[in-house]
C-alpha cells in the first residue's frame, strides 16, 4: 500500500504565498517523478510542476517564476512552493508521483486526494 499525504492549501490574499507538501509512505521501492497538478472548476486537470529523482524540474508556463518545485528523497517528500498568487491559480491541486513498490514490477502513477487553494482577488 502506498499513501500520499498532501498538505498545506487554503484561503490567501492575491499576491500571497502558500506551501503544498506531499509526502509518499508505504511499501515503496523507489520513487521517479514527484509532480502537482491542479484543476479548477469545470476545467480539466492540468500539470503545474514535476520534478525528477535527480531534481531537475518542468513548469507550467503559467507559473514559471512564481512556483517553485523541490523535494526531499530522504523523506519522499515533495514541497511546491507557490509565490505571488493570482486568482486564476484557484483550484484543486493534487500530489502525483511516480514509483515503484517492488524492484520487478513496473511503476504506475499514484494521485493524492487533492487540497484546495483559493486565492481572493
Known amino acids: 500500500q502506498v499513501q500520499l499525504v498532501e498538505s498545506g492549501g487554503g484561503l490567501v490574499q492575491a499576491g500571497g504565498s502558500l506551501r503544498l507538501s506531499c509526502a509518499a509512505s508505504?511499501?515503496?521501492?523507489?520513487?521517479?517523478?514527484m509532480g502537482w497538478y491542479r484543476q479548477a472548476a469545470g476545467k480539466q486537470r492540468d500539470l503545474v510542476a514535476v520534478?525528477?529523482?535527480?531534481?531537475?524540474?518542468n513548469y507550467a508556463d503559467s507559473v514559471k517564476g512564481r512556483f517553485t518545485l523541490s523535494r526531499d528523497n530522504a523523506k519522499n517528500t515533495a514541497y511546491l512552493q507557490m509565490n505571488s498568487l493570482k486568482a486564476e491559480d484557484t483550484a484543486v491541486y493534487y500530489c502525483?508521483?511516480?514509483?515503484?513498490?517492488?524492484?520487478?514490477?513496473?511503476?504506475?502513477?499514484?494521485w493524492g486526494r487533492g487540497t484546495q487553494v483559493t486565492v481572493s482577488s
Open positions: 502525483n508521483v511516480n514509483l515503484k513498490i517492488l524492484s520487478y514490477l513496473p511503476a504506475r502513477d499514484y
Open positions: 508505504g511499501s515503496i521501492y523507489r520513487i521517479n517523478n
Open positions: 520534478i525528477t529523482s535527480g531534481g531537475a524540474t
